[in-house]
């Protein structure tokens, strides 16, 4: 496994504004994923970050609005930007590890809140 | 679309009752299955997986699942749960031909254990 860490753990913002996530890694790895857990429902995937390449983003989740970095490997941001109250939730991400990327481990989230 | 069912919500238990969650997946390919756990106020971590081989898995803290391919399912199960058990458990597949490792989950089932 690996041990993963983001900031903020929380932060209450106000509509509009911007807020940067910040996930690190204790090992260098290829493959970080972005997930988000809104209130009372499963985790879903906003996009694959991997290093040297452009995100990639699942359906429903655009660059404009969920721009992410991955400058190393170790290391990736983010930014949930404009933001609504739609858009309180936990932001979690990931990375893919074993022989074949085929296993994810977790960090601890960051739980949002949007006035 | 791939989709992920867990089909109970929530589950209440007493101490050393026995516990089994149920979950289908709809893709008919190659898949890797998971189940992870969350407690109360800390992060998601891996319970257990398949991959391939024997059909019936054994994860950590005494919890087993089992890999039907003919019902699509991959229930978890313990024999004698605990107090500490109390978390939220979520079934994840993702699918090996595509060479991208997108996990889908399901709903989640939140267990309360009684003690």
């Known amino acids: 496994s690996a041990v993963i860490s983001q900031k903020p753990s929380r932060d209450i913002c106000q509509r509009g504004t911007s807020l940067t996530i910040q996930c690190q890694v204790d090992?260098?790895?290829?493959?970080m994923f972005w997930y988000r857990q809104q209130p009372g429902q499963s985790l879903t995937l906003i996009a694959t970050?991997?290093?040297?390449?452009?995100?990639?983003?699942e359906s429903g989740f655009v660059i404009d609005k969920f721009p992410i970095s991955r400058p190393n490997l170790t290391f990736s941001t983010l930014t949930v930007s404009n933001m609504s109250p739609e858009d309180s939730s936990i932001y979690l991400c990931?990375?893919?590890?074993?022989?074949?990327?085929?296993?994810?481990?977790f960090g601890p989230g960051t739980r949002l809140t949007v006035l | 679309a791939q989709s992920v069912s867990q089909h109970n919500h929530h589950v209440i238990l007493s101490e050393a009752a026995s516990l089994e969650l149920g979950c289908n997946y709809s893709?008919?390919?190659?898949?890797?299955l998971f189940w992870y756990v969350q407690y109360p106020g800390q992060h998601l971590q891996l319970l257990l997986k398949?991959?391939?081989?024997?059909?019936l898995v054994k994860g950590i803290k005494g919890f087993e699942a089992e890999f039907i391919k003919s019902k699509f399912s991959f229930n978890l199960r313990k024999p004698s749960v605990q107090w500490s058990d109390t978390a939220e458990y979520f079934c994840?597949?993702?699918?090996?031909?595509?060479?991208?490792?997108?996990?889908?989950f399901g709903t989640g089932t939140r267990l309360l254990v009684s003690p």
């Open positions: 990931s990375v893919g590890l074993g022989l074949a990327v085929d296993t994810q481990y």
């Open positions: 090992s260098q790895v290829t493959m």
């Open positions: 970050a991997n290093q040297g390449s452009e995100a990639t983003y």
């Open positions: 893709y008919g390919g190659t898949v890797n």
């Open positions: 398949y991959f391939s081989g024997d059909p």
């Open positions: 994840a597949v993702n699918r090996m031909n595509t060479g991208f490792q997108k996990l889908v």
